[in-house]
C-alpha cells in the first residue's frame, strides 16, 4: 500500500502545498487504493498553466478565473489588475494560491469518500 501512495503523490505533488504533503500521504493511506487514486484523479489545476495565464492575460483577472476564485476574477477584472499593481503582485502568488485551491478542494471530496 505505502508504495501505491507514494507513486500517487509523485504523479500529484505538483498541484499541492509542500506544506500539506504529509496529511494528504496521510488521508491516502487511510483510504483504498481505488478510491486514493480516483480522489487525485479530479481536475486540479496546473499552477504553472495559472503562472502563465496570469503573465500574458492576469490583468483581465481570468487567472483568478481558472484557479476557481471568482470575486477575486470579478475585482481584478473590474479595477484593471488594481491598475497594474495587483496584477504584476498576483504573477508571484499566484502559484500558491492555485496550489492553495487545490488543496482545498482535495480535502472537500476527501471528506465525501
Do not use: H
Amino acid at each position: 500500500m505505502d508504495s501505491s501512495v507514494n507513486i500517487l503523490l509523485a504523479n500529484a505533488a505538483k498541484y499541492f502545498p509542500e506544506s500539506s504533503m504529509p496529511a494528504i500521504r496521510q488521508t491516502l493511506e487511510q483510504m483504498d487504493p481505488q478510491k486514493a487514486s480516483t480522489l487525485l484523479a479530479q481536475d486540479y489545476k496546473d499552477p504553472m498553466i495559472a503562472i502563465i495565464i496570469s503573465a500574458i492575460i492576469g490583468v483581465y483577472g481570468i487567472d483568478r478565473f481558472y484557479i476557481g476564485d471568482v470575486m477575486m476574477g470579478v475585482l481584478k477584472l473590474i479595477t484593471g489588475g488594481g491598475c497594474g499593481i495587483w496584477w504584476l503582485i498576483d504573477i508571484f502568488l499566484i502559484m500558491g494560491a492555485a496550489k492553495d485551491k487545490n488543496y482545498q478542494k482535495f480535502v472537500q471530496s476527501a471528506s465525501y469518500m
